[in-house]
């Protein structure tokens, strides 16, 4: 996504985008459309981008499997400095270089980043998840699925005697 600087004053600007993720080419898990917030605050030496992005992504949980669908909201800061040599120290840093006379900046690689690094480790459909039946298969967020839980691991056989014998 690129975003046309030229002709904007030194001062702070809003700016909202809307439209399908495909657009953005933020490729699976993102589907549906998109809102993007984006606060400009610039000046001679420099232009400060604060975005918010907020976008449909399509997940599986990790414990039971169910497909549902997650409103992600993603923040992010860049700083585009004009006209300034490149350090090599800032490599990797939220911290670009634009030549004073560029009229666009294009914030493709970031949205795709940062929407990437946003999405948890461990996907959950909702917190108090109960998984599947380590029997039987069934998703014990629909319900109770009968088996018996009463299977007592071997290894722990010599804990219960000894228990029984305490109890004796």
């Known amino acids: 996504m690129k975003i ?3 002709g904007l004053s030194n001062d702070i600007h ?21 809102e993007l917030k984006v606060r400009l605050d610039k000046s001679i030496h420099q232009l400060i981008l604060d975005a918010e992005l907020k976008v449909d992504a399509a997940l599986m949980c990790d414990r039971c499997g169910a497909e549902f669908i997650s409103e992600r909201k993603i923040k992010f800061e860049m700083v585009y400095l004009f006209g ?6 800032e490599e990797g ?8 006379d560029a009229d666009k900046i294009n914030i493709s690689s970031e949205l795709y980043d940062y929407s990437h690094l946003e999405l948890p480790m461990k996907v959950l459909c909702n917190d108090d998840c109960k ?12 319900g109770e699925c ?3 839980s009463d299977k007592i691991d071997d290894r722990w056989l010599p804990l219960l005697d ?6 004796k």
């Open 162 to 167: 000894l228990k029984n014998k305490i109890d």
């Open 93 to 100: 840093s939220n911290v670009s270089y634009l030549p004073v």
């Open 84 to 89: 300034v040599e490149h350090d090599e120290t």
């Open 14 to 34: 809003h700016l909202n985008f809307s439209g399908r993720t495909e657009e953005l080419e933020l490729g699976d898990p993102f589907r549906n459309n998109y």
């Open 146 to 148: 009968g088996c018996k």
């Open 131 to 142: 998984g599947l039946c380590l029997s039987c298969g069934k998703n014990l967020n629909e």
């Open 4 to 6: 046309k600087i030229a």
